[in-house]
């Protein structure tokens, strides 16, 4: 669920730069070089920002998801077939939680990231 939508937003945000360079490349006659230049270079340096900061948002929120899951005791990681997710089983005082294991793999992570363990 996370790596889908912060994906997509870190590719249509280079939508941008890509369309600036094809537009400096084939039509040379609408700015100066020099407006070619510093409209490709801002635009590339502001979807450098936002797919950095989208990432960082995305950490962010997963921390919460891993500092619970550091403190259940790791069961065992499931090979199901082809048709479902791969999903990890925890043990949480007694409860059993069951997650995906890209989740948790992601969560896990962001929490030792952010000084979690």
Do not use: H
Not at 8 to 18: D, E, F, G, N, Q
Not at 70 to 96: A, H, I, M, Y
Request: overall charge neutral.
């Amino acid at each position: 669920m996370f790596s889908k939508f912060f994906v997509l937003t870190s590719i249509v945000v280079w939508i941008m730069p890509v369309m600036t360079i094809a537009g400096a490349i084939f039509r040379k006659d609408l700015l100066t070089r020099k407006e070619w230049i510093f409209l490709v270079f801002f635009s590339i340096v502001g979807a450098s920002y936002v797919s950095y900061s989208s990432w960082q948002d995305r950490n962010i929120g997963l921390v919460p998801i891993g500092k619970e899951y550091l403190s259940c005791q790791l069961k065992s990681r499931n090979e199901p077939d082809p048709e479902t997710f791969r999903t990890v089983t925890l043990d949480c005082g007694g409860e059993e939680k069951v997650a995906k294991e890209e989740l948790y793999d992601a969560a896990v992570k962001a929490a030792i990231k952010y000084g979690y363990e």
